[in-house]
């Protein structure tokens, strides 16, 4: 980097100002000031407008040359990276018709236990289990790998098995405690999803964590290993539990698709699907839909009636555990946590959420 551009601006300094307003992202992009994300909204730090030239040496500054390659060639790069009294970041390199652009996501360095974040009280009973898939869901930057860090931090405190993560990149990083971590970033440890997972069962894991199942072939490895003895954990970016049912379905062909919910209605243990909303007054909240399978759930995936699922979700709730997000939004406004625009604005139900809100 040049003198020039290093009395002008610093991306360690950046970086450092994500921590220090407790913020999520910082955004550089050519033609515009640095941004960063607070409480879900972007917010300009008051600094000089960005080149395309500052932002390129930047960028630069705190890659390697093998990843500079990969950028080069293909316009797009995920990775993750620390810095030394700072924090963890995961971060997205592309290119705009403006030049290099980027895209960093705090990683808290210390993994948050389950009850920071009032995650409900089953993920503990959850994460016992010793085979089948918990699914973890909702749009990006919803907590998902948040989430799922804390359920395999609870398992690590716990339990002494071997745990194998799979990510693009990897994201928190684990200490051993109880359990054996083998951490695998596709691109740098291994070619794919789907290629790790065919050989991770050869590598004697307890716990297989896919940081996306975002193509058919690694789906079906997926459920297979949750099948044969393994407790699998996995993202998807869908909105609530019976759209991530379809969605797995919908990724297989006619043919195969009833073999594929049989296998879904005996390995799929538990569907979390996340959104964060702004609080009152400042902060986020988030809200957690809860699927757990039972034997109605798991007879209404193997017939493909799956629109019948979120009538047995509203069903005895306490003894089975399970939550709607519209429950959820109804909870958090009866406490005044968050506003009616935010909610009706969240909801991925605002008719049933009116009617609801109608009648309080």
Do not use: W
């Not at 972007?42 to 630069?60: C, D, G, S």
């Not at 740098?188 to 997972?197: G, V």
């Not at 709607?324 to 049933?352: F, G, H, M």
Request: include cysteine.
């Amino acid at each position: 980097m040049s003198e020039e551009v290093k009395k002008s601006i610093d991306i360690k300094k950046l970086l450092k100002s994500v921590l220090h307003f407790k913020s999520s992202d910082l955004h550089l992009v050519p033609g515009s000031e640095p941004q960063i994300r607070i409480d879900k909204a972007l917010k300009p730090l008051n600094l000089p407008i960005l080149t395309a030239k500052e932002v390129e040496e930047m960028a630069y500054s705190l890659i390697e040359d093998k990843q500079k390659k990969i950028f080069e060639d293909k316009n797009e790069l995920d990775f993750s990276f620390e810095l030394e009294d700072v924090g963890r970041f995961r971060a997205n390199y592309y290119r705009t018709i403006g030049g290099i652009a980027c895209a960093f996501r705090m990683i808290p360095i210390e993994i948050p236990p389950l009850e920071k974040f009032n995650n409900n009280p089953i993920f503990k009973e959850l994460v016992k289990k010793e085979k089948g898939l918990i699914l973890v869901t909702g749009p990006t930057g919803s907590g998902k790998s948040t989430t799922l860090a804390s359920m395999l931090h609870e398992i690590n405190l716990t339990e002494n098995k071997h745990i194998i993560t799979i990510e693009d990149p990897v994201e928190f990083v684990h200490s051993n405690i109880k359990s054996l971590f083998s951490q695998r970033e596709v691109g740098d440890n291994t070619a794919s999803f789907a290629t790790a997972l065919k050989f991770a069962l050869r590598q004697d894991p307890d716990v297989i964590l896919i940081g996306e199942m975002r193509d058919k072939e690694t789906i079906s490895a997926a459920l297979t290993a949750a099948e044969t003895g393994h407790i699998v954990f996995g993202t998807l970016h869908t909105n609530s539990a019976p759209a991530t049912i379809n969605r797995i379905i919908d990724v297989f062909d006619a043919g195969e698709q009833a073999q594929v919910r049989a296998q879904l209605s005996s390995s799929l243990i538990a569907i979390i699907s996340q959104s964060l909303m702004p609080r009152i007054g400042g902060g986020i909240v988030s809200t957690q839909e809860v699927l757990i399978t039972n034997p109605a759930i798991q007879n209404i995936i193997r017939e493909d009636k799956v629109h019948q699922i979120y009538s047995q979700m509203q069903l005895n709730q306490a003894e089975t555990h399970m939550t709607t997000q519209t429950d959820e939004l109804i909870t958090l406004l009866q406490k005044r946590v968050i506003s009616k625009e935010t909610a009706i604005k969240s909801s991925n139900r605002p008719e049933e959420l009116m009617k609801i809100i109608a009648a309080l």
